[in-house]
């Protein structure tokens, strides 16, 4: 890349997907790193972007969900423009591994990453690519190893034990699948199962954001409760474009304050910090309060939790 090419990502990155670019700018590879901007429900200003993509535009990079507010990324969209200006489109997956079915050929990504902690496993990072950028992208490696991908673009022996680890997640998924009823037949491939599985995840969680938003179990929502400065989608009629975690201020309290009540009186952890993400710069906080709910969470968990949260202030 020359000094003249730009990068794009967005304003709710994680910085893991925003400082090597920044550092790219730093190092006078590319001119400058452009941010598709927020609007108001968090959500990414998709008529902006296109304002932004242009001839010299050499990498989309985008979180295909927002680890902070829960948005999903319109990767479509924003992939389409990418191609149409020949820029590599990269997708940074790790908020959206746990929640969803991810399919890289129907993304049409040159690149995607995610964490395996996050989706239930051991520490590791795991990257899809293209066979063409693979063979063609120059790579750190030892020199003994080999010039081909995959082992080109790894710096020694592999750490079994994240494989191990993951193998066991996928037995999990598998064994989820199974227990829902999906391909009893027994004819389905283990792909097949994984995916059918996270399709079923990705709806319980529409039911979970529904349960959060609007309220369970005779207690009111977030969107009710006038104390809770609830950020991200709030449209309960659109939840399938969030996942089920959620960014929220108690007014009059501190974030610190409120998880540790929270904790104390009825046992449920929180976090409060920025956790990496753009986005608290964009909305001039310092940190958020961030309850994020995977497949294992159950509607009876959210009726206690929102029963806390309705008597936080008491």
């Not at 929180?270 to 940190?287: C, D, I, L, P, W």
């Amino acid at each position: 890349m020359s000094g003249s090419e730009n990068a794009i990502t967005t304003e709710y990155e994680h910085y893991a997907n925003l400082s090597p670019w920044l550092e790219l700018k730093s190092q006078g590879k590319i001119s400058e790193v452009r941010h598709i901007r927020l609007l108001e429900d968090g959500s990414l200003d998709i008529a902006q972007y296109h304002t932004l993509v242009d001839k010299k535009t050499k990498i989309v990079s985008v979180a295909a969900a927002a680890n902070l507010l829960g948005n999903k990324t319109d990767l479509q969209e924003i992939g389409k423009a990418a191609r149409e200006v020949g820029a590599l489109f990269i997708v940074d997956a790790v908020h959206t591994v746990p929640h969803g079915p991810v399919d890289v050929q129907s993304i049409d990504c040159d690149f995607l990453i995610f964490s395996a902690y996050k989706l239930f496993s051991s520490h590791g990072a795991f990257m899809y690519g293209k066979q063409e950028h693979l063979k063609r992208l120059q790579t750190y490696k030892v020199a003994p190893a080999p010039l081909i991908p995959p082992s080109k673009w790894e710096w020694g022996n592999r750490d079994h034990t994240v494989f191990a680890a993951f193998s066991a997640v996928i037995d999990h998924l598998v064994w989820l699948s199974l227990k829902l009823g999906n391909s009893r037949s027994g004819s389905s491939s283990r792909a097949k199962l994984v995916h059918e599985a996270m399709e079923a995840v990705e709806q319980y969680g529409r039911e979970q954001s529904k349960a959060m938003l609007g309220g369970f179990g005779g207690y009111p929502g977030l969107l009710d409760m006038p104390h809770v400065q609830l950020y991200g989608k709030k449209d309960l009629k659109k939840v399938d474009e969030r996942f089920p975690t959620f960014a929220f201020k108690v007014k009059d309290m501190s974030d610190d304050s409120v998880v540790r009540k929270i904790w104390e009186r009825y046992s449920i952890a929180m976090r409060t910090e920025n956790y990496y993400s753009k986005a608290t710069e964009v909305f001039n906080q310092s940190g958020f309060i961030r309850p994020s709910l995977v497949h294992y969470n159950t509607l009876d968990e959210i009726a206690e939790f929102l029963k806390a949260m309705n008597d936080i202030q008491s």
